[in-house]
T-cell receptor, first 114, second 115 residues
Framework: AQSVTQLDSQVPVFEEAPVELRCNYS??????LFWYVQYPNQGLQLLLK??????LVKGINGFEAEFNKSQTSFHLRKPSVHISDTAEYFC????????????FGTGTKLQVIP | GAGVSQSPSNKVTEKGKDVELRCDPISGHTALYWYRQSLGQGLEFLIYFQGNSAPDKSGLPSDRFSAERTGGSVSTLTIQRTQQEDSAVYLCASSNGQVDSEGYTFGSGTRLTVV
């Protein structure tokens, strides 16, 4: 069975500072990995995904994530955050086979401080 | 439609009453998922529909929960005899069946409050 661990429930960071949101997964098979963002009172929106190929994945709004198979991690980074990045971020994993049910982590609330 | 539509956006109900939550997926999406998001929790998988296949109900927390998908399109999640612990945001998502192409598209959710 797959699982996702997001180690930090909340991350405060000052505006224009860099940020890293951590995600580790466990799976006995190869995986697809995702980051979703949820702005206040909205549904989830796909930020970026790793399917195969280059381990560095770039997404929307200047975010990127790096797939590290040996450490089973898929940390999300942004070199300079904006107030508008304040949201909850969910890491997720899917099995490439089967019907590809996506398993989500518990989320990390990013609070950007002016 | 252009996105996944859920209704109602908010629902307050008395303990013991039944509720129905509706999801209208993106036209042509064959896969539909229901998740539950409770305060401080991640997204809890509830049920999955794919085309005409039997749904995966493995995430439904009790027999008070059921879901249907009529005609391969609109889905209804029904909670019978609601309890306070059912209070949560219920999210619906759809995909074209190939999650690697675009991931899920989520609706804005139904916030259920059981009083």
């Amino acid at each position: 069975a797959q699982s996702v661990t997001q180690l930090d429930s909340q991350v405060p960071v000052f505006e224009e500072a860099p940020v890293e949101l951590r995600c580790n997964y466990s799976s006995s098979v190869s995986v697809y990995l995702f980051w979703y963002v949820q702005y206040p009172n909205q549904g989830l929106q796909l930020l970026l995904k790793y399917l195969s190929g280059s381990t560095l994945v770039k997404g929307i709004n200047g975010f990127e994530a790096e797939f590290n198979k040996s450490q089973t991690s898929f940390h999300l980074r942004k070199p300079s955050v904006h107030i508008s990045d304040t949201a909850e971020y969910f890491c997720a994993v899917s099995d490439p086979g089967g019907y590809q049910k996506v398993t989500f982590g518990t989320g990390t609330k990013l609070q950007v401080i002016p | 439609g252009a996105g996944v539509s859920q209704s109602p956006s908010n629902k307050v109900t008395e303990k013991g009453k039944d509720v129905e939550l509706r999801c209208d997926p993106i036209s042509g999406h064959t896969a539909l998922y229901w998740y539950r998001q409770s305060l401080g929790q991640g997204l809890e998988f509830l049920i999955y529909f794919q085309g005409n296949s039997a749904p995966d109900k493995s995430g439904l927390p009790s027999d008070r929960f059921s879901a249907e998908r009529t005609g391969g399109s609109v889905s209804t999640l029904t909670i019978q005899r609601t309890q306070q612990e059912d209070s949560a945001v219920y999210l619906c998502a759809s995909s074209n069946g190939q999650v690697d192409s675009e991931g899920y598209t989520f609706g804005s959710g139904t916030r259920l409050t059981v009083v």
